[in-house]
């Protein structure tokens, strides 16, 4: 039954009523209430009646004061006392002879807005009685809210919030709060069992006890969830067997996730107990209810299905799936940009799955990556849609995502199942940069595969129309930014200046693939990147020692600003100091190579958040400056090898006269030297000097000094001399 008008119709009509019955031409009406819930109500009816209020503020004697003509109300905001027990006197008997007296409290002005005659439904009255002050403050909170709004509740729904504390879904309040506060007097448990079964939750018919009707609730969703999802029903008992009407009906767990703040809870209870195991187990494709996000039967079903077809090398299989079940766990995200019908990206349970998803791809590109045969290794690796530089991000990624599976249920398949696929997964990583260095030890020796790339030795010729004097610039010269972070670095580029407001300038970000120096250490490809024509800019071995050289002269750090300052550049290694203000700026940092030659622990984490901190940086130089162009720059890029991989250090051969951790020059050093032979063969153009360089991953010579555990460059694997190089246009 819905109520039929709001409380302050039900009091208009009340008062009206008196004033209709009073003898006298200028009627009151005295309002006592008990407790003070209804002054705001009783103002409302007033001013929509037009009659005139007084509301006594301590004692209802006040009342008579200053009197007026007309129709009016005497409002007394608690309860009428009891007859004065000495003279027996009424202080208000004329009241009645002049208008009418009212003693409605809240509770009896709630029975007014339903239909009289129907209430032996329910004792409305008997309901919403209270002695404790507490419960009956919050008794009268909800009448208030639900009987002045727009849409009336039925008594059910009033019965409900009454009963649960505000809730109007009493399967909601079970399932999101267990028992909660409510008593567990014979009455309430009555009510709720009324009340659930009235919902169709017939599992509680049978419980007399709270913890059993939450068991038998809980179970109940489960088992909706479940059939929703499409398990057989004539699986479960019959008291479990909810009904569904369709797709488009929410099971009430999957409703709940919609409104509740409460997520985390539920995913650790719903998905940390195994409920209906023998169903699940039953089930002749678990995937098909990969929808359903309840119940750790089906979820450690689900995993050791996935990790069987990952065990058979279906590894695109495996993406499918954990990126469907990663998706169920997420949920939607409204404008908001919170998580509704699932438990968010913050779970452990999400997370988990993510990692999965994760760990296939990455699984898959390691197995498909040389299917097809290739002397382009600059293109085998560089290319933006399938080059194999994703793998060396998805490693990073990896490393970086952790460990979710420690905060699940110790028993969850996942928490040693993951660690070791993430173990294997490294092992083959090893395994692929090792065949990439093969290959591009083959194409090497093949012939000349390097002459018709970019180098970044003619960046400031090649790049000359970007450069003009006229046209302010400004030069990010990032040392070892590695292709995949630089590419990470230019979407999250795009993504600052797509934020920018729509006054602000417009940017165009482009990349371009170059290639660095070799040795793609940082003394040459930072001589590289400094002004001059092509022809001036060589790699010569002068004494012994391999220099950069430009114009017949070596290229060190102070030749290097010389170069730039002579040609208009305002060099700086600050992110604030004067130079900013200067129309051509070569910024220079270097502390990505510091992090990894320091082979700091949480070496990805640090590499990724140090990409988030450039392009911040970046971009808010870029919305502060009025520079028609920028470049982002590396000189070269690096391996970074797994914690369990185990690199050999080499011996120096006596024919080099100079050499790094992965490169060795000399006038004696020839194609029997250890590594890749790079002499005039090569046709670089700018190497005037015998180098033979290391492709192998797990081979460096030894150098005092430095640490070389993890990180390393100088050597010819893509990942330490393929660069990719970020152009910002505005306009």
């Not at 119940?295 to 495996?318: I, N, P």
């Not at 991000?393 to 979710?404: H, K, Q, T």
């Not at 696929?421 to 390097?450: C, H, I, K, N, W």
Request: with cysteine; glycine share 6%; hydrophobic share 35%.
């Amino acid at each position: 039954m819905q109520a039929k008008q709001t409380l302050p119709d039900a009091a208009k009509d009340t008062i009206r009523s008196e004033f209709d019955r009073a003898e006298s031409s200028d009627p009151i009406v005295l309002w006592w209430d008990d407790g003070n819930y209804l002054e705001d109500i009783i103002e409302q009816a007033c001013d929509e009646l037009g009659v005139h209020l007084k509301v006594a503020e301590e004692t209802p004697l006040e009342l008579r004061a200053d009197p007026i003509d007309g129709e009016q109300v005497w409002y007394v905001p608690h309860v009428k006392e009891p007859e004065d027990v000495e003279g027996d006197y009424d202080w208000f008997r004329d009241v009645e002879h002049t208008g009418g007296e009212v003693e409605l409290s809240i509770e009896d002005l709630t029975v007014h807005a339903f239909e009289r005659g129907q209430l032996d439904a329910w004792e409305l009255k008997t309901a919403t009685q209270a002695d404790d002050s507490a419960k009956r403050r919050e008794i009268a909170r909800i009448l208030h809210d639900q009987l002045t709004g727009g849409q009336l509740p039925t008594l059910e729904q009033l019965r409900t919030q009454i009963v649960t504390g505000g809730y109007t879904d009493p399967v909601a309040f079970v399932l999101e709060n267990g028992w909660g506060d409510i008593d567990d007097s014979p009455g309430t448990i009555e009510q709720m069992q009324d009340l659930l079964t009235s919902e169709g939750v017939d599992a509680v018919a049978s419980e007399d006890e709270p913890v059993g009707i939450v068991a038998a609730t809980r179970r109940w969703a489960v088992a909706e969830w479940l059939i929703h999802a499409g398990a057989d029903a004539e699986r479960f008992p019959r008291e479990f067997r909810a009904e569904t009407a369709g797709n488009h009906d929410l099971p009430e767990l999957k409703s709940l996730l919609n409104n509740t703040t409460s997520a985390s809870l539920l995913a650790d209870r719903y998905l940390g107990e195994a409920i209906w195991h023998d169903v699940v187990a039953d089930v002749n494709d678990p995937w098909e209810l990969a929808d359903c996000i309840v119940d750790a039967a089906l979820e450690r079903r689900l995993w050791e299905e996935w990790h069987a077809s990952f065990d058979a090398g279906d590894y695109e299989v495996c993406l499918e799936r954990a990126e469907e079940r990663h998706d169920a766990l997420l949920g939607s995200e409204d404008f908001r940009g919170t998580y509704r019908g699932a438990y968010g990206p913050d779970s452990p349970w999400t997370g988990t799955w993510e990692q999965a998803a994760e760990i296939a791809r990455l699984a898959h590109q390691i197995q498909t990556w040389d299917e097809s045969a290739t002397d382009d290794v600059v293109s085998l690796y560089a290319d933006r849609d399938d080059g194999t530089w994703q793998i060396d991000n998805a490693v990073l990624n990896l490393v970086v995502a952790g460990e979710p599976e420690t905060d699940l249920p110790d028993d969850h398949p996942a928490t040693v199942a993951l660690d070791d696929l993430r173990t294997q997964l490294q092992s083959e990583y090893v395994e692929y940069l090792e065949d990439l260095g093969d290959l591009v030890t083959d194409t090497v020796e093949a012939g000349a595969p390097f002459v018709d790339e970019d180098h970044s030795y003619q960046f400031f010729t090649k790049e000359s129309d970007g450069l003009e004097s006229g046209q302010t610039i400004a030069l990010f010269v990032i040392d070892a930014l590695r292709l995949d972070l630089a590419r990470r670095l230019a979407d999250e580029l795009r993504d600052y200046v797509a934020t920018l407001p729509s006054d602000a300038p417009e940017f165009a970000i482009d990349e371009d693939v170059w290639l660095g120096t070799l040795p793609s250490e940082t003394e040459f490809g930072k001589a590289a990147l400094t002004p001059g024509e092509i022809q001036m800019f060589d790699v010569s071995l002068v004494d012994g020692k391999l220099q950069p050289m430009r114009n017949n002269r070596e290229v060190d750090t102070n030749r290097r600003n010389s170069l730039l300052d002579g040609d208009g550049w305002t060099v700086t290694r600050q992110e604030d100091d004067d130079g900013w203000q200067s129309t051509r700026v070569a910024y220079f940092k270097n502390d990505i190579d510091d992090i990894g030659e320091k082979e700091l622990s949480d070496l990805e984490a640090m590499l990724a958040r140090r990409v988030d901190s450039l392009a911040e940086f970046i971009g808010t130089k870029l919305k502060q400056g009025e520079w028609d162009q920028a470049y982002v720059l590396t000189d070269h890029g690096f391996v970074l090898l797994p914690d369990n991989a185990s690199p050999e250090r080499i011996s120096r051969p006596t024919e080099a006269s100079d050499s790094g951790r992965r490169w060795i020059a000399g006038e004696d050093v020839d194609e029997d030297s250890p590594g890749v032979l790079l002499d005039s063969s090569s046709r670089l153009g700018y190497l005037d000097a015998n180098v033979s360089i290391l492709a192998s991953p797990l081979k460096r010579f030894r150098k005092q000094g430095l640490g070389d555990a993890r990180f390393y460059h100088g050597g010819l694997l893509p990942q330490e001399f393929v660069l990719d190089f970020i152009s910002i246009t505005q306009g």
